[in-house]
């Protein structure tokens, strides 16, 4: 009977709770990211810090969420409780609780994916160009001296406008140029009416019959340089507002030689030309009334100006008054005057007796201090110069070979009267001559023995 063998089963890997939910975000991610999800939203908050937090769900299921500050911005809608929306981002592990998570990226009403779609990806792709910059930005006038308006003739964004206009600044005249704001050919007339404006900024141009501009009614004809223009237009669905996110009408947008407020549906309506625009308004009023000062505060600042201007002159009139005073009280005395001016010629006079002596003797007393310290610059000099000469004669004396003959060495010349300074220049049988201190001596080299190299 053959022996049965136990079966061993593997044991399995022990995880850290976090190295697990690590592995099984990575998971999610490889198999479904990015990811689309439609529901119904439940339970959705707004953090201080500008994060979302809510729960998408249906009837069979729910799931968490979080749309972070930046991706929340572009948001065209204020979400609310049991909305119905598509959302696109990716699914991952809130690690720190271990609870499956959605990143929300973009958000759009049910129905409304394709066009939002659309939307979030022109925004993204302009905003790499750095459209929506606000160092691009261009600052609103202090002064504004004329305002064009680009709307449909018969919105009722017009009427809310241009009554804005006369309550706040009846003085400043209005330009319409006319355009549709809703429809297939609504981008390209919004491209041409801003054109249009365009041409009228600064150096101001001739304003024609032909160019489709008309003066707002109460309010002039245009007579000066546009300075600011309002794109202003009603609520509506995304549909309606569809135009506004033109890519073409964008690109003009950014290109506009003056500051361009929009007010384009309501507050919680964003469209591509809102984020190109220099200024956004909530709504059409609201850009009216952010385009220029109110009449009250700029009577309000002349009057101040005003007041300071009969200050200043007052104070001017004061001091010059004061001074007239002086002048007269001077005048109606002469001869106080006279004396003064007799005192202080006699004292000039003095000063002119006297001064050429005095200076004469300060010149004298410089000269005779600069003969003296030459003298001993110079006895100084040749003092320096015999002491060198001296030290100059010791050290020479010293160099003198005589002295070192004295000491017992003795000098050698070969028979053409050459110095032999060692055995390399000397040979057996050689005569040479030998100076001594007391003289000389003709000898012959016997033996030449050099000492070998070290």
Excluded at 114 to 139: H, T
Excluded at 226 to 242: F, K, N, P, Q, T
Excluded at 325 to 353: F, K, Y
């Amino acid at each position: 009977m053959s022996e049965v063998l136990p079966v061993r089963r593997a044991v399995p890997q022990v995880w850290s709770v976090g190295a697990l939910c690590h592995a099984i975000a990575d998971v999610l991610d490889a198999r479904f990211n990015p990811v689309r999800v439609a529901g119904e939203i439940s339970g959705f908050v707004r953090a201080a810090s500008g994060h979302c937090y809510f729960s998408l769900k249906d009837s069979s299921g729910q799931l968490r969420c979080a749309m972070f500050k930046r991706a929340a911005s572009g948001l065209s809608f204020v979400p609310r409780e049991g909305q119905r929306v598509e959302v696109s981002g990716r699914l991952g592990v809130y690690e720190p609780r271990g609870e499956l998570q959605l990143v929300v990226e973009a958000m759009a009403l049910a129905g409304e994916g394709n066009l939002f779609e659309q939307f979030v990806l022109l925004k993204a792709r302009l905003d790499a160009e750095g459209m929506f910059q606000p160092e691009r930005k261009k600052a609103l006038p202090t002064h504004v001296r004329c305002i064009g308006v680009v709307t449909s003739l018969g919105a009722a964004a017009l009427h809310d406008v241009v009554s804005a206009l006369q309550r706040r600044v009846p003085h400043i005249p209005v330009l319409l140029a006319p355009a549709s704001v809703q429809g297939a050919n609504a981008a390209a007339e919004l491209i041409e009416a801003l054109q249009s404006l365009y041409a009228l900024t600064a150096p101001f141009q001739e304003v024609h019959s032909d160019a489709g501009l008309s003066a707002s009614a109460g309010t002039g004809s245009a007579a000066v340089p546009i300075d600011v223009i309002l794109l202003v237009r009603g609520g509506g669905a995304m549909e309606d507002l569809w135009s506004f996110n033109d890519e073409a009408l964008a690109r003009v947008l950014a290109k506009s030689p003056v500051p361009v407020i929009t007010g384009i549906g309501h507050e919680t309506d964003f469209t591509i030309a809102d984020f190109v625009a220099d200024l956004r308004a909530p709504t059409p009023t609201a850009a009216a009334e952010l385009c220029a000062m109110p009449l009250e505060q700029l009577l309000d600042a002349a009057g101040h100006l005003q007041l300071r201007l009969q200050s200043a002159v007052l104070r001017k009139l004061d001091r010059e008054s004061q001074r007239l005073d002086q002048v007269a009280s001077r005048a109606g005395r002469p001869a106080a005057l006279v004396s003064r001016l007799q005192l202080r010629l006699a004292a000039a006079g003095q000063r002119m007796t006297y001064a050429p002596g005095q200076h004469l003797q300060a010149q004298k007393t410089r000269l005779l201090a600069g003969q003296a310290a030459l003298r001993n610059a110079a006895h100084q000099s040749a003092q320096g110069e015999r002491s060198r000469l001296a030290q100059l004669g010791v050290r020479l004396g010293a160099l003198d070979p005589q002295l070192v003959l004295g000491r017992g060495y003795a000098w050698l010349e070969d028979d053409a009267g050459r110095p032999l300074m060692g055995t390399a220049h000397m040979q057996t049988g050689q005569q040479v001559l030998a100076r001594l201190s007391d003289g000389t001596a003709q000898m012959q080299v016997q033996m030449v023995q050099r000492r070998p190299q070290s």
